[in-house]
């Protein structure tokens, strides 16, 4: 019985000693260490790790130090802190300003499509082509430039090539923006970008080329603008819109030097033959100009309990007083035209909203018909008849060159030349329609306006003019 009790003794001790030796730090099954901790940084964030000493797994405090974030930054990273024990003291560096960097283009909003909140402003980066002929011409996508050479037309045309790898920048504010909320991206392959989920607001999107690179050097911009500075263009976004402002850059191109043909006679000089511009920037100085200084010169003045057509020194007042389903015009005092470049600058107000709009008539046989040309506040045009019913010949549709929203600017233009309307925004090209009679003849022409919100709306003109076509281009 003894020898049982002792044997029994003997075991007891057996397994106290195993449970001794799985205890923490016995060498025998270490602790696992607390699980990683995550924490979310801006670019401007500091992280301090704390120094891991000992081979027993401590318990971590990450000490994070933030920094505001610049609206409008690319997102920012993810650290992760995890301890392992090591069996000698290790220091775990500091993670300093982390700076934003430059993304790829996202692809165009086909798989993000703008939310009732958001919206997005995409577009692409393309070299815009001059090519002459082999007399040394012009050929027909090149523009007179100002200083005796020629630049491509400011469209895409077929086979031009996009420019990846350009650095695209967008700003808070009207150009040239609040440089700390700039951020950037990279046109992709096919030179497109997109910054995407954008809070409504007025933004600047802006290109500053590399001087480095030869694709830049000596090039003249002829998207948004035709312009040698740094291309940058405001839009004015709202929730759920999809902007699109594309950039183009030329190289100029000089005028070659055409072999004469051989003259029968020494005494007969061969006529060059004209060249008749084909687009507004080659048309040289107006055939009439109104500066609106006496802004009822030209204008047959006008008021009604809906609109009223006014005017102070230096510009020609535009006002829907009450809201209706009317637009409204007033006529200019001058002969009827036909073949001519109409043009007009005009202003918006402190309240400029959605389809409030204005912009001009032409070819209208009397006062009550025309065909309309009509820009929205929102960034839209939209192009009719009107001769006792209604012909739509096009339906509201965005246009890039529009600025849109309150207090901006916008030139808009006619072209008329046969039975061929095309309209211009800021001097590109947007829309071309056909009409049909009455309106290829001679008519009236004028500036209109209407409202779709009931807050009174006023437009100023700040001028007017026209060119008589045909005309040759201006060197």
Known sequence: MRLRFVLLGLGMVWVLAACQMMKPGSGQQPVSPPPPQEVYLSPEATVTMPTVVGTEAPHLTLTVTEAAASEGTVAPPTATAEATPTAAPTIMPTLTSIPPTATAAAPLPTSVPPTATTGIIQGRVWEDACTLTEEG??????????????????????????????????????????????????????????????????????????????????????????????????????????????????????????????????????????????????????????????????????????????????????????????????????????????????????????????????????????????????????????????????????????????RQVNRVGVWMEGDTLTLYINRSKVAEVKVDEPFTKAGLFGLAIGAEGEEPLEIKVDWFQYWMLPKEAQP
């Open 137 to 406: 011409r012009p050929g027909p996508n090149c523009w007179a430039y100002e200083d005796q050479t020629y630049v491509g037309n400011g469209l895409y045309d077929e086979g031009e090539r996009r420019v990846a790898g350009v650095v695209v920048s967008l700003a808070r504010g009207a150009c040239p923006g609040e440089a700390a909320s700039t951020t950037i991206m990279v046109t992709d392959a096919e030179g497109r970008f997109a910054f995407t989920g954008l809070e409504p607001g007025t933004y600047c999107v802006f290109i500053t080329p590399d001087t480095t690179n030869p694709l830049f050097r000596d090039a003249v911009w002829t998207q948004p603008e035709l312009t040698e500075q740094n291309p940058a263009f405001t839009v004015n976004l709202a929730a759920g819109q999809t902007y699109s402002v594309d950039f183009a850059f030329s190289k100029k191109v000089g005028l070659g030097t055409p072999t004469p043909e051989p003259s029968p006679s020494p005494t007969v000089t061969p006529t060059p033959t004209p060249q008749m511009a084909t687009n507004p920037h080659q048309l040289g100085e107006p055939d009439f100009r109104d500066d609106m200084h006496v802004p009822g010169k030209y204008w047959y003045l006008w008021k009604n309990n809906y609109a009223e057509f006014t005017g102070q020194y230096d510009y020609l007042i535009m006002r829907i007083i009450k809201q209706s389903a009317s637009s409204y015009w007033v006529r200019n005092t001058l002969p009827p035209l036909k073949d001519a470049y109409v043009e007009a600058a005009f202003i918006t107000g402190a309240n400029c909203l959605h389809k409030d709009r204005y912009g001009l008539v032409v070819r209208a046989p009397n006062r009550y018909e025309g065909v309309w040309f009509m820009v929205s506040c929102d960034g839209m045009f939209k192009i009719f008849q009107w001769n006792g019913g209604l012909k739509v010949l096009k339906e509201w549709e965005y246009a890039y060159p529009i600025h849109t929203g309150p």
